[in-house]
């Protein structure tokens, strides 16, 4: 999922400010050859927003925007060559914004419309990763990406979502992450090590809290749940395993179901579908070729 892109002058050295609200800050700095960077500060009656760009390396490219903003901030600091990162800030207060990068052709990006209070905090060390972070009309919600090594993918979407959590961290090659959250009090975690892991978490209601610890090769899970109260705890170490859990509730009263799987060796595969209320379940698999299938 692309939401945000940035385009690169090559040859050029650009630094460019425009600030037309009240008691708004922007500083740019760069050191090397061929880097952009673009700010903008728009709309009257705004104040204290803040903007800070820093770059040191080749053909690097920044791009930071705040309109309708009040007390916000965005930070941004590369180094390296061929690095991309934009964000973006409207229409919200309080919100703040960082990303920061070392290495080659990683891409970074952040927008948060319509939001207050909101935090995205971006950490990219290694090349060819990418990592999107969006919170839209949302109050208090928290977002992380950090990434180590190469050709990593994290993605992060907390859409009418309030006062939530989502944290992603890869290290390895060619992990791949995705948390979406809409709701109220969510938390989410997917950690990854090694190399091909797959990690998605879907999670809608209210008080939902998955996590997931990959490492190993080409493992995968799926985490989706909805109503209240639902809790998925997913380990995984080894190659090939697969876990996919859907837990859901009862017209709106809550779920407050559990499911713990925990998967070491290869070749194991588990699904868990909990519908109702309350309902608990716990898988431990090691060795080769086991499949665990529960219906509740």
């Given at each position: ?10 040859l ?27 700010a ?42 061929l ?26 990006g ?43 993918s ?21 992990n ?63 190659s ?14 809550g ?42």
């Amino acid at each position: 999922m692309k939401i945000l892109s940035a385009t690169a002058a090559p040859l050029l050295l650009i630094a460019s400010v425009t600030a037309t609200a009240a008691d708004n800050s922007a500083e740019q700095t760069q050191d090397g050859t061929g880097n952009t960077a673009y700010a903008e500060q728009i709309e009257p009656g705004a104040s204290d927003n803040s903007l800070i760009q820093e770059q040191d390396g080749a053909y690097n490219t920044l791009t930071a925007g705040q309109r309708e903003e009040s007390d916000s901030s965005i930070e941004q600091i590369q180094e390296g060559f061929l690095n991309s990162a934009t964000s973006l800030q409207l229409g919200g207060s309080g919100n703040s914004s960082a990303i920061y990068q070392l290495g080659v052709r990683n891409s970074a990006g952040t927008l948060q419309k319509v939001a207050v209070d909101n935090r995205a905090i971006s950490e990219q060390r290694g090349y060819d990763n990418q990592s999107e972070i969006q919170q839209d009309l949302g109050i208090g919600n928290t977002a992380a990406t950090e990434q180590r090594g190469q050709v990593h993918s994290a993605s992060i979407s907390q859409v009418s979502s309030y006062h939530s959590e989502a944290y992603i961290d890869q290290h390895g090659t060619d992990n791949e992450a995705d948390i979406a959250q809409t709701g109220v009090g969510h938390f989410s975690s997917a950690g990854q090590q090694g190399a091909f892991n797959r990690a998605d978490i879907d999670q809608a209601g209210e008080f939902q809290e998955a996590d997931i610890a990959q490492s190993g090769f080409a493992n995968g899970t799926v985490v989706i749940q909805e109503d209240l109260y639902n809790s998925a705890i997913v380990t995984q170490d080894g190659s090939f395993n697969t876990a996919a859990v859907r837990q859901t509730g009862t017209l709106g009263m809550g779920g407050s179901h559990l499911s713990v799987i925990s998967q070491s060796g290869s070749l194991n595969e588990t699904a868990i579908i909990q519908a109702g209320s309350s309902s608990s379940a716990i898988v431990t698999q090691s060795g080769s070729g086991n499949s665990v299938s529960l219906v509740h």
